[in-house]
């Protein structure tokens, strides 16, 4: 479920999120009215898993006022796991009093983003490779699972080492403990990573990498990786196979299994 509420505090070049967020602090009892309304729409018998996401840090006392805590672990009662998104930074006691206060497993997404040292400190995300792996362990020491997000295509990351740079850190967030990684493609759209691309330090990631990429991770054993479809259709690829690499992306997304699905040949772009 997509929440409302306040912008993130931190400005990821990479990041579209405060599109949909509000000017200034989440009222108290706005995130509660929300997801109980949209929970209405929801007929039972409900998934497992309840992911809310808010556009910002989950754990930011300014996104989600402390006081609707209870609530809102009230309402995600239903549920056998919950998901949300927080920085790195942010993990810490509010994430152990929300675990407390649900019936079900909470599950803390993060986003890694990529490992490769130049790329990281242009992301303007103020994230430490130290801290991402503090927040993974005081996780782990409490029980509460971690998923990790990484990019394909960051910016500064060379195009002829994209895939290589994605899957070396899905490997490093498996390693730190995360259950399931999802790999983003880097979307454009947002203005700066237009500028970026005008200076030639961002180059667009394309279907058949994604398709690459997803495939190189299916041997890893601790985690469950998978590949992001939200608007796959604007990845550059060949239209000739498009469809049948979008399917086999989303094979290997719901049947993660080591030998990955045969490729259909393509005379257009093989
Ligand atoms: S921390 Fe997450 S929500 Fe905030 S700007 Fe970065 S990517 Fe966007
Ligand atoms: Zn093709």
């Keep these: 479920m997509f929440l409302a509420g306040a912008e993130c505090p931190f400005t990821c070049s990479f990041c579209d999120l405060w599109r949909w967020t509000l000017d200034g602090p ?3 009892g706005a995130l509660p009215a929300q997801l109980s309304k949209a929970l209405e729409s929801l007929a039972p018998p409900f998934p497992h898993r309840l992911k ?24 995600a009662a239903p549920f056998g796991a919950v998901t949300v998104e927080s920085h790195a930074n942010t993990v810490g006691p509010l994430t152990l009093e929300f675990a407390a206060l649900l019936s079900g497993k909470l599950e803390v997404a993060v986003g890694l983003e990529t490992v490769h040292p130049v790329a990281a400190a242009h992301l303007n995300k103020k994230l430490e490779l130290e801290r991402f792996d503090r927040a993974a362990s005081f996780l782990a020491e409490q029980g509460i699972d971690l998923r990790a997000f990484v990019l394909l295509g960051a910016p500064y990351v060379p195009a002829a080492e994209s895939i290589d740079w994605t899957v070396r850190t899905v490997e490093y967030a498996a390693a730190q403990g995360a259950s399931r990684v999802a790999i983003i493609p880097v979307r454009g759209g947002n203005g700066e990573m237009e500028r970026l691309q005008a200076l030639g330090h961002f180059v667009p990631p394309t279907l058949a990498q994604l398709e690459a990429a997803l495939e190189r ?12 479809v939200w608007d796959i259709a604007r990845l550059s690829g060949c239209e000739n196979c498009r469809s049948q690499r979008v399917a086999r992306i989303q ?9 990955p699905p045969p490729r259909i040949p393509c005379s257009a772009c093989a």
């Design 251 to 259: 094979t290997m997304n719901l049947t993660p299994h080591p030998e």
């Design 26 to 28: 989440t009222p108290p």
């Design 52 to 75: 809310l996401y808010n556009a910002s840090n989950f754990f930011d006392r300014r996104a989600v006022p402390v006081e609707d805590l209870p609530r809102i672990a009230d309402l």
């Design 217 to 228: 991770c299916l041997t890893t054993r601790s985690a469950v990786v998978t590949a992001d």
